[in-house]
């Protein structure tokens, strides 16, 4: 009965893919209502530390935690300080069982952890959501601490109103994401959405899978999940997105050409309206270049992280 009601579960998850009535909140606040909050964190986030040298703050993406980073971290961390973070609700940071887990909810406990820490001539690098929360982040800092961050790298980043992708319409549909959330097993629950991030489905590692079933494992982990999902993409988005022509410090924008979550056409629109930036197109690579090729992207950001080193850091 129990293999019978989870075959019937996992057909219903692949027929859904093609469409769902995803729900939206559209009761959070707008951009100009989260900019002017407070500036101290009561809510610690989960963060690690590793290295010497200018900071480099890496922010992951939508269901991951900071292990997405595992490929990445040792080799930067050869001549920077190197710093992941496991945003709200995610990996071992704490996941209240509230209504605060927005782009700009995220982004401001990035802002004010960043500013309680001291981090300057910071450089962040985001990816997916990570890249939403990054962007959102940097925009607090330009306003707020001008000079404080001297570069930004922006991986396959929500951006721009977009068709959402299957898997989130069914997190995102009332009832049956709950259901196929909370009754399906976490392995196979990671394991279909690892198929959608990577390009080639034999890189997926196993050890990836356990641990991101063990982080869904975890005390109110759904809970955050389906909340995030619901809050993904602000309604006030599209306005928002005015502020990044007024964003110019140093940017790298990399994407997937065959990035099927985030297409390219927001990589390039991205970089036509961040002033300073430069994109970068990879190949015969998924939504995740960091955990599926790193060596791919590794040389890009050393790099541009040396580029930019080189400059003058402007104290705030």
Not at 159 to 176: D, R
Not at 253 to 278: C, F
Request: hydrophobic content about 40%; charged content about 20%; aromatic content about 8%.
């Amino acid at each position: 009965m129990k293999k019978n009601l989870l075959l019937t579960l996992a057909l219903l998850l692949t027929v859904s893919t093609f469409g769902g009535c995803a729900v939206m909140d559209k009761n959070i606040p707008g951009w100009t209502q989260y900019r002017n909050l407070d500036k101290t964190n009561a809510l610690e986030l989960a963060s690690r530390s590793t290295g010497a040298g200018e900071p480099v703050l890496l922010i992951h993406g939508f269901g991951a935690s900071s292990y997405s980073w595992r490929h990445i971290v040792e080799p930067l961390a050869q001549k920077n300080r190197v710093i992941t973070i496991d945003l709200k609700g995610f990996g071992d940071s704490p996941k209240p069982r509230d209504d605060a887990y927005s782009v700009y909810d995220q982004a401001r406990l990035i802002r004010n952890f960043i500013l309680e820490n001291d981090l300057q001539n910071l450089h962040i690098i985001g990816h997916s959501y990570g890249g939403g929360v990054a962007l959102a982040a940097s925009i607090y800092l330009s306003a707020s601490n001008p000079g404080l961050q001297k570069g930004l790298v922006l991986i396959d980043s929500i951006a721009y109103p977009q068709e959402l992708p299957g898997f989130v319409k069914i997190l995102a549909t009332p009832v049956l994401g709950p259901l196929l959330t909370y009754a399906l097993p976490n392995a196979f629950q990671v394991r279909n959405l690892l198929q959608k991030v990577y390009f080639n489905d034999d890189l997926i590692p196993q050890e990836a899978i356990d641990h991101y079933a063990a982080d869904l494992g975890k005390p109110d982990a759904k809970y955050a999940l389906l909340t995030s999902v619901r809050q993904m993409l602000p309604i006030d988005l599209q306005q928002f997105s005015d502020n990044y022509t007024s964003l110019t410090i140093p940017t790298l924008i990399i994407w997937s050409r065959e990035d099927e979550i985030v297409p390219l056409a927001v990589g390039k629109r991205l970089h036509e309206n961040l002033p300073n930036s430069k994109l970068v197109i990879m190949s015969d690579v998924g939504h995740a270049v960091q955990e599926e090729k790193p060596s791919l992207l590794l040389p890009h950001l050393h790099n541009f992280l040396e580029t930019v080193s080189h400059r003058t850091a402007i104290n705030p």
